[in-house]
């Protein structure tokens, strides 16, 4: 069964259910970390890029990172004891995370019920205070604390795996 698509509502619901405060700026769709440049400077804390992937023995992996970093994808397989990484292909993502392309994000967590994603995130973002994210649209970016981030991951039922990516 696919994961349910969740509106930006819902997720800013369970939010609020978890008691977690978040506040969203609403903007022109960003598909790029360069696009987002300007949203920089009107919202403090770290911005991220998120990133889909797929091994040939179909485990998943959803990466949250600091939108700067570079990120040696060839290497990560060895690092986490998967096989070879690709990205996943859409369709696959929207079953299971109930997002499309270009809305990535670690808030759609919360449409992998079943928890067939493998949650990691960068070590760089972990260190943040403040954290930025697509609400599961990327017309909007929305701000959370790092405590109430792990607060999501964990109430999704997540693992929150740390990797330093500057040791790949």
Do not use: C
């Not at 994961?3 to 930006?8: G, I, K, N, T, Y």
């Not at 919202?43 to 700067?68: Q, R, S, W, Y």
């Not at 809305?103 to 990691?120: K, P």
């Not at 792990?150 to 693992?159: K, L, M, S, Y």
């Amino acid at each position: 069964m696919g994961a349910m698509q969740a509106s930006p509502d819902d997720l800013f619901a369970y939010l609020d259910s978890l008691g977690i405060a978040h506040s969203t700026v609403w903007h022109e769709p960003l598909f790029t970390v360069e696009q987002s440049g300007a949203l920089k400077a009107e919202m403090p804390g770290a911005h991220t890029k998120n990133l889909f992937l797929k091994d040939g023995e179909g485990t998943l992996v959803l990466i949250a990172a600091e939108a700067h970093n570079q990120l040696k994808l060839n290497q990560l397989h060895k690092f986490i004891g998967t096989k070879r990484l690709s990205f996943g292909p859409a369709e696959l993502m929207t079953e299971v995370l109930g997002v499309v392309p270009g809305s990535v994000t670690a808030f759609a967590l919360m449409n992998d019920r079943t928890r067939r994603v493998r949650f990691l995130v960068d070590a760089l973002l972990a260190g943040e205070e403040a954290v930025n994210f697509h609400p599961l649209v990327n017309t909007g970016t929305t701000a959370i604390s790092q405590a109430d981030f792990r607060r999501f991951v964990a109430a999704t039922g997540h693992g929150f795996e740390v990797v330093d990516f500057s040791v790949l």
